[in-house]
């Protein structure tokens, strides 16, 4: 399915509040801190957006565990095919941290009614595979531009009970806005409970972790 072309002009989206206190949980890198931004140029469903000519850094998350392990641990993962499964050691360099937004957040919706308003379906601009990520990170420009939001959220193509939530790290600061859930360290997906929350997720889908 081909993703339309952002509207000329664009209808001013419908905002959604991610409130302050609501966790934002996210699967990362261990080279990352949990609330630190990714400034990296890979292509993704909304980006890489840019600013003056300079990469926005981003956070990604979602206000579930099994959203955010769908959204990254198992996002690759095809939904039917023979032989289903993650490598166990790709989960050896990946943390999942919570963290907390100490401010209401300004998020563009794109679930429901902003879609609609939007003039776009979720099958248009969710379900697409990464053929047309270039297309769907021209809405990711479009949305950041007017400079009125936070970030994003949708409803997540991998496990669609949860929210998924990207934020822009120009919009919101480390430690000023976001910081992390001291009643939630860190955890390794590699070994104990971290690992115990891959392990279920994959048994209630039928994925294997092989090793």
């Not at 990362?28 to 469903?45: K, P, Q, V, Y």
């Not at 095809?78 to 963290?99: C, E, F």
């Not at 047309?132 to 994003?152: E, F, K, M």
């Not at 971290?194 to 209630?204: C, H, I, N, Y």
Request: charged content about 25%; some cysteine; overall charge neutral.
């Amino acid at each position: 399915m081909r993703v339309p072309d952002v509207p000329t002009p664009l209808p001013q989206p419908l905002e959604d509040i991610w409130p302050a206190g609501r966790p934002i949980i996210r699967c990362h890198n261990i080279a990352l801190g949990a609330t630190e931004f990714n400034t990296s140029n890979d292509s993704r469903r909304f980006g890489p957006v840019t600013s003056h000519g300079a990469i926005v850094p981003t956070l990604y998350g979602a206000d579930l565990v099994k959203g955010a392990l769908s959204e990254s641990v198992f996002h690759d993962v095809p939904i039917r095919s023979k032989g289903r499964g993650i490598q166990r050691k790709a989960l050896v360099p990946v943390m999942r941290s919570t963290t907390i937004p100490k401010r209401d957040l300004r998020l563009v919706k794109l679930h429901g009614d902003g879609l609609k308003r939007l003039g776009v379906t979720h099958a248009e601009l969710i379900e697409t595979s990464a053929r047309q990520y270039p297309r769907t990170a021209a809405w990711g420009q479009a949305l950041y531009d007017p400079g009125d939001y936070d970030g994003l959220v949708w409803r997540s193509r991998q496990f669609n009970d949860s929210y998924a939530v990207m934020l822009w790290g120009d919009r919101v600061k480390r430690r000023k806005d976001i910081d992390v859930d001291d009643a939630n360290p860190p955890l390794s997906l590699y070994l104990g409970a971290g690992f115990d929350e891959v392990q279920q997720l994959a048994d209630d889908c039928l994925i294997t972790v092989v090793g």
